[in-house]
């Protein structure tokens, strides 16, 4: 692998230490907002946390630990989405799950 490449991966992209961070915050602490239900890793641009994150910042970026953001989801809440993935999962499984 060419070393610049290996740089900007550093730089984009989060280690296995990082990307456990929002999952152990998530279990750790206990001083959230009610309203919380999704940590970010990625620096944002904004402190409000009451917009969705920059799509291109939802993915990769500079890691900033966590912080608490609304997620993207449809204007349904992501209902038929988890219809869908829990059913396909249940096809994949070849069980059903009640």
Same mark, same amino acid.
């Given at each position: 692998? /060419?070393?610049?490449?290996?740089?900007? %991966?550093?730089?984009? *992209?989060?280690?296995?230490?990082? @990307?456990?961070?929002? $999952?152990? =915050? !998530?279990?750790?602490?206990?001083? %959230?907002?009610?309203?919380?239900?999704?940590?970010? /890793? *990625? +620096?944002?641009?904004?402190?409000?946390?009451?917009?969705?994150? *920059?799509?291109?910042?939802?993915?990769? @970026?500079? %890691?900033?630990?966590?912080? =608490?953001?609304?997620?993207?989801?449809?204007?349904? @809440?992501?209902?038929? !989405? =988890?219809? $869908?993935? +829990?059913? =396909?999962? #249940?096809?994949?499984? #070849?069980?059903? %799950?009640?």
């Amino acid at each position: 692998k /060419p070393k610049w490449l290996v740089a900007i %991966f550093k730089l984009l *992209y989060l280690t296995i230490q990082q @990307g456990c961070y929002t $999952s152990v =915050a !998530a279990a750790m602490k206990d001083d %959230f907002d009610d309203d919380v239900f999704y940590l970010q /890793p *990625y +620096w944002l641009p904004t402190k409000e946390r009451t917009n969705p994150p *920059y799509p291109p910042m939802e993915m990769l @970026g500079p %890691f900033c630990g966590y912080r =608490a953001t609304q997620p993207r989801l449809p204007k349904d @809440g992501g209902r038929q !989405a =988890a219809t $869908s993935l +829990w059913k =396909a999962s #249940e096809d994949l499984a #070849e069980c059903k %799950f009640d």
